[in-house]
């Protein structure tokens, strides 16, 4: 097939030219990064498992009512996807301490918050981004005031979905990073959720053993990062039906 315009190219994903205006292919990579590209990987069949989930996730969310950036999938590793502006923060929803937050405080990871809290990061791989305050978010006009309130609606809506659905397969969501985009329809501007929602986002525990299904499996050496993710995707029935491995033996997944 003739390769279509790359618009975008980040740590694990590209985004191409879409068949329409106003849409986009987004490609899920086998690369994995952490601690801002320090340490990397490519991951086979991490791109086939995220690209799945997400559409799993975003899909649950549409039918709920939570507008996403998703359209269609149209193959093992490429979703169509609604273009937006992306609003450059790291919307980070928390139910339990863990990771930089318990670090921040001293908190052992795994000890559930008072309630779920909303932080925002500032999206510049340079800085490594940052954590950043509401206040600095409005006045430097990433977003207003208004937009804030609706993120934070939409980011706790997904975390209720998000939490529910992982609760239903023995998983608990400690906290998860979503990425908001804007649209327009008309002179009407909407937000809606965009980028991924995947294990790569989340971080997401087995109830029963604590075992971590999520990136941390790769940032903290923890085993196999595919078989983590592949858990999670039998578990909440979404397995790919022909993952291609290079290089390999065919190599069946049940
Ligand atoms: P943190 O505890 O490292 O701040 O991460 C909080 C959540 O955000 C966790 O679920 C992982 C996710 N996350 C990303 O998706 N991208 C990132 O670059 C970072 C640092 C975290």
Redesign the pocket.
């Known amino acids: 097939m003739a390769r279509r315009k790359k618009i975008y190219e980040g740590k694990a994903k590209i985004l191409y030219e879409g068949p329409e205006p106003g849409t986009l292919v987004q490609y899920f990579k086998d690369d994995a990064t952490a601690f801002?590209a320090e340490k990397k990987a490519t991951i086979e069949g991490k791109g086939v498992l995220n690209n799945r989930l997400s559409e799993f996730f975003m899909t649950g969310l549409a039918s709920i009512g939570v507008p996403t950036h998703f359209i269609k999938r149209l193959n093992m590793r490429e979703q169509l996807i609604r273009q937006v502006e992306i609003i450059p923060l790291?919307v980070?929803v928390?139910n339990f301490a863990?990771?930089?937050?318990?670090?921040r405080l001293g908190l052992e990871e795994g000890t559930p918050l008072p309630r779920p809290i909303i932080e925002f990061?500032y999206k510049d791989d340079a800085l490594g981004?940052p954590l950043v305050p509401e206040e600095y978010i409005i006045a430097f006009g990433w977003a207003s005031q208004q937009d804030l309130d609706d993120i934070v609606a939409l980011a706790l809506r997904v975390n209720d979905f998000m939490s529910g659905v992982m609760h239903g397969v023995g998983i608990k969501l400690?906290?998860?990073?979503i990425e908001i985009g804007r649209i327009w329809e008309g002179d009407y501007m909407r937000l809606i959720v965009a980028d991924e929602i995947s294990p790569?986002?989340?971080?997401l525990w087995d109830i029963e053993t604590g075992a971590h299904l999520?990136?941390d499996v790769f940032r903290r050496d923890l085993g196999s990062l595919t078989d983590a993710y592949t858990e999670v995707a039998k578990r909440l029935g979404v397995m790919p039906t022909n993952v291609t491995h290079t290089g390999a033996k065919p190599k069946l997944i049940n």
């Open positions: 801002n790291e980070i928390r863990a990771g930089s937050m318990a670090k990061s981004d400690v906290d998860f990073k790569d986002s989340c971080r999520d990136k």
